[in-house]
């Protein structure tokens, strides 16, 4: 079955510390999403990706990074510059002129603090 | 600003009655309205899109309907699977999806 697949479901972080989520997607979609959820509230866009080697900040992008080397993935980098990475993080995937189309969710990696 | 605005936060029907719900957006450059559902520790699941006001959607128990600058969605006969965070989210031609904080609907059966 085609779909988005995101690892570790869970993750830990030790202070000044680097991790690396990551994504990938079976869909054949060109357009790839990296979401941050924090409790009770709605997603917000981190990083977008409409085509490979390509990609473009979204609302909240400081002190994250990504790659869109390939098109079925699209890793997502919490550095130590986020000071605040507790979160749930979500990966979405779409076809093309993505505005206008619907976006497949991973099952999401909750990462935290230690 | 973009913007999406839910209400109500939250939802606590009966099993058997009907769910109301709503959003409201403010976002430049619109194009549609989605709706997705989220289980809790899981993704949100696209449930629908909606793409010019007056436009309404039936998808099995789930009606929807799309206003100017809003949406409603209504659950019928709602059951204990039905429960779950509501997700409205407006689309951009920017290339972007606004959420808003959504409704969590809880059936009490």
């Known amino acids: 079955d085609g779909g988005i697949t995101q690892s570790p479901k869970y993750l830990f972080r030790k202070e000044g510390q680097n991790v690396t989520l990551s994504c990938e997607q079976n869909l054949n979609h060109d357009a790839m999403y990296w979401y941050r959820q924090d409790p009770g509230q709605g997603l917000r866009l981190i990083y977008y990706?409409?085509?490979?080697?390509?990609?473009q900040k979204g609302d909240i992008a400081e002190g994250y990074s990504v790659s869109r080397e390939k098109k079925e993935s699209f890793p997502l980098t919490v550095t130590s510059a986020q000071k605040n990475p507790t979160a749930f993080y979500l990966c979405?995937?779409?076809?093309?002129?993505?505005?206008?189309?619907?976006?497949?969710f991973g099952d999401g990696t909750r990462l935290s603090i230690l | 600003e973009n913007q999406v605005e839910h209400s109500p936060h939250f939802l606590g029907p009966q099993q058997g009655d009907v769910a109301s719900m709503s959003c409201t957006y403010s976002?430049?450059?619109?194009?549609?309205l989605q709706w997705y559902r989220q289980n809790t520790g899981m993704g949100p699941k696209h449930l629908l899109s909606?793409?010019?006001a007056g436009y309404e959607k039936q998808k099995g128990r789930l009606n929807a309907t799309l206003l100017k600058n809003g949406s409603s969605l209504y659950i019928t006969a709602v059951q204990p699977e039905d429960s779950a965070t509501y997700f409205c989210?407006?689309?951009?031609?920017?290339?972007?999806?606004?959420f808003g904080q959504g409704t969590t609907l809880q059936v009490k059966p």
């Open positions: 979405a995937s779409s076809m093309r002129g993505g505005y206008n189309q619907p976006q497949h």
């Open positions: 976002v430049s450059r619109f194009n549609n």
């Open positions: 989210a407006a689309s951009s031609n920017t290339g972007k999806l606004i």
């Open positions: 990706s409409q085509i490979v080697n390509d990609f």
């Open positions: 909606m793409y010019s």
